[in-house]
C-alpha cells in the first residue's frame, strides 16, 4: 500500500493528504514530527535528504515534492481525475497551480511574521488581492479551475487561500473567490482535512519559532 509521509498542519503535506482522499487511493499516513525534528533523523532523511514533508512511496518509487507527488497521483490512479484534457481548460489549471505555488504561498510567512499594519503586511496584502483577483478572472463561470470538477488547481490555489483567509486577509473582497472557496469547503474531504483555529495558532507559532531559528530560509519554505 502506498505511504504517505507527512505533518497535517503542513500546506504542502495537505495538498497531496487532498488528492489521496479526493481519488479514493488507500495509504498509510506515517506522520513528522516536524516540531520534534523528526525531519532530521537519519531514518526520515534516508527517505528524503531534503528533510522535508510530504513524500510517498509507491511500488518502491519514491517521490519528492508535492507538485511532482500530485501529478504522479493523478497518471498512476486514473479514478477521479484531476486534470481536464482539454488543452484551455488544462492551462488555466496548470496557472491556478503554479500562481498558488510561486506567487501566494510566499506571503503566508509576511501574513504570520509581519506586525499589524506594517508597510510589508500592507504591500502584501496588496499582492494578494492582485493574485485573487487573477484567480477569480481564470475561473470566471466555472465551479472550479477545471470546469465542473475538482482539479489539482483547486488543491493547490484553495489550500493557499483557505491559509490565508485564516490567517487574516479578508476573502469577503472578492465575492468570487469567496463563493469558490466556500464550495470547496463544502466537500468532505476539505472538512477533514483543513485546520481549525487551535492547529493555525499552533502553525503560526511553529513559523514564528522558524523565522527567528538558523537557516530559516533554507527551511520555511518546506513547511
Known sequence: MLQFYYNPLSPL???????LLEKEIPFTS????????????????????FHHVPVIIDDGLRVLESLAILDYLDCKYPQNPLLPKDPSQLAKVKMAQMVANNELSALVI???????????????KRKITRILNFLAELLADDAYFGGKTLSLGDIVAGNAVILVGKLGYDLS???????????????QVWQQTQPNDEQVAIFKHTVQEIIQSPGKNQIISKI
Not at 13 to 19: G, H, M
Request: avoid cysteine; aromatic fraction near 8%; glycine fraction near 2%.
Open 13 to 19: 503535506s495537505r495538498r497531496v493528504w487532498i488528492a
Open 173 to 187: 473582497q472578492i465575492k468570487q473567490i469567496e463563493r469558490w472557496r466556500d464550495r470547496l469547503m463544502q466537500r
Open 110 to 124: 509576511l501574513l504570520i511574521s509581519e506586525v499589524e499594519d506594517s508597510p510589508q503586511l500592507k504591500k502584501a
Open 30 to 49: 506515517i506522520t513528522v514530527n516536524l516540531k520534534e525534528g523528526e525531519q532530521f533523523k537519519r531514518e526520515f532523511l534516508a527517505i528524503n535528504p
